[in-house]
């Protein structure tokens, strides 16, 4: 019994890590798409190049894939177990702005990040 809910909990952050891996990848690709993005209108360029932005593809297929993954999370574990594992993303998106857009995080930020992590050990007990 013990072994079969550490296996489930197991089995759902194995889960809820690639899908939030994912989402933080399509949030960093959408970000990439926008920084090659004229700026918006109702015109045929801006639509134009938003079509043929292959950031924004990619950004589509994160997004996507997600979403079936987070179905599928859904589907077969309890609602409060799994949106409060969903907050891993933001941790992974954090990573990504610093590796890919070189961005800098302030001490605060780090914090909130452990206080993320902390809720999460917390719900997965």
Not at 77 to 99: E, G, K, W
Request: hydrophobic share 60%; glycine share 8%; charged share 10%.
């Amino acid at each position: 019994m013990v072994n079969d809910k550490i296996e489930i909990m197991l089995q759902l952050i194995g889960l809820s890590v690639i899908q939030s891996i994912m989402l933080s990848l399509g949030q960093l690709t959408l970000k990439l798409a926008l920084q090659k993005m004229p700026a918006f209108g109702w015109n045929l360029r801006f639509w134009g190049d938003m079509l043929t932005n292959w950031w924004f593809l990619l950004c589509g297929i994160m997004f996507g894939g997600a979403s079936v993954l987070w179905m599928y999370i859904l589907k077969h574990y309890p609602l409060s177990m799994a949106y409060p594992m969903a907050s891993i993303s933001y941790v992974i998106a954090l990573v990504f702005a610093i590796i890919f857009l070189h961005e800098t995080v302030s001490w605060n930020r780090w914090l909130g990040v452990a206080l993320i992590m902390t809720g999460c050990i917390f719900v997965a007990r």
